[in-house]
T-cell receptor, first 112, second 116 residues
Framework: SQQGEEDPQALSIQEGENATMNCSYK?????LQWYRQNSGRGLVHLIL?????REKHSGRLRVTLDTSKKSSSLLITASRAADTASYFC????????????FGKGNQVVVIP | EPEVTQTPSHQVTQMGQEVILRCVPI?????FYWYRQILGQKVEFLVS????????KSEIFDDQFSVERPDGSNFTLKIRSTKLEDSAMYFC??????????????FGPGTRLLVL
């Protein structure tokens, strides 16, 4: 399968701590995106990183991309209870330019 | 901020019945998608739609499925004869360009379909 695949970890952290989750994929990509899903709800786009970028920041989010290792990480700094959610990476490029391939998701629980 | 909307939020149906899931994409977007997520599993691509025709579909999107843009605002997914395994959350998404070109796909809140 040529899909984004997160390390299927359930992460439980204290509010204020940093949360890091990883994603690996198997083929060349154009972009990698991270989405958040609150329990049973829709997918919220967080950040997109292009294949020629190595790091990107958006507020408390930091995404890295290592195309040589075909992996990405998402760091949430100074976590809040509201960050409790599942986080998915999604890649494009293998099946065609417009189909996103999602990983299984990392469940993050931030304890107040 | 513009958003994708979906109706209904929940749908319960009997096996073999037809269901139509509705979506209103973001108004200036040209590309439309359906994805589904079976409980506890990955989000899976079903179909993409551009210029009033299907541009890409997955192996999941068989003859039981169809999509339509009946007017200038709605985008629908029809399942002709539902099966138990069609039970899932169905997400509509839209974008103003190709994912490979760095365009974000914006997702709706989903319709949870339960087939009994």
């Amino acid at each position: 399968s040529q899909q984004g695949e997160e390390d299927p970890q359930a992460l439980s952290i204290q509010e204020g701590e940093n949360a890091t989750m990883n994603c690996s994929y198997k083929t060349s990509i154009n972009n990698l995106q991270w989405y958040r899903q609150n329990s049973g709800r829709g997918l919220v786009h967080l950040i997109l990183i292009r294949s020629n970028e190595r790091e990107k920041h958006s507020g408390r989010l930091r995404v890295t991309l290592d195309t040589s290792k075909k992996s990405s990480s998402l760091l949430i700094t100074a976590s809040r209870a509201a960050d409790t959610a599942s986080y998915f990476c999604a890649t494009d490029g293998y099946y065609g330019n417009n189909r996103l391939a999602f990983g299984k998701g990392n469940q993050v629980v931030v304890i107040p | 901020e513009p958003e994708v909307t979906q109706t209904p939020s929940h749908q319960v149906t009997q096996m073999g019945q037809e269901v139509i899931l509705r979506c209103v994409p973001i108004s200036n977007h040209l590309y439309f998608y359906w994805y589904r997520q079976i409980l506890g599993q990955k989000v899976e691509f079903l179909v993409s739609f551009y210029n009033n025709e299907i541009s890409e579909k997955s192996e999941i999107f068989d003859d039981q499925f169809s999509v339509e843009r009946p007017d200038g605002s709605n985008f629908t997914l029809k399942i002709r004869s539902t099966k138990l395994e069609d039970s899932a959350m169905y997400f509509c998404a839209s974008s103003d360009g190709l994912a490979g070109g760095g365009k974000t796909q914006y997702f709706g809140p989903g319709t949870r379909l339960l087939v009994l």
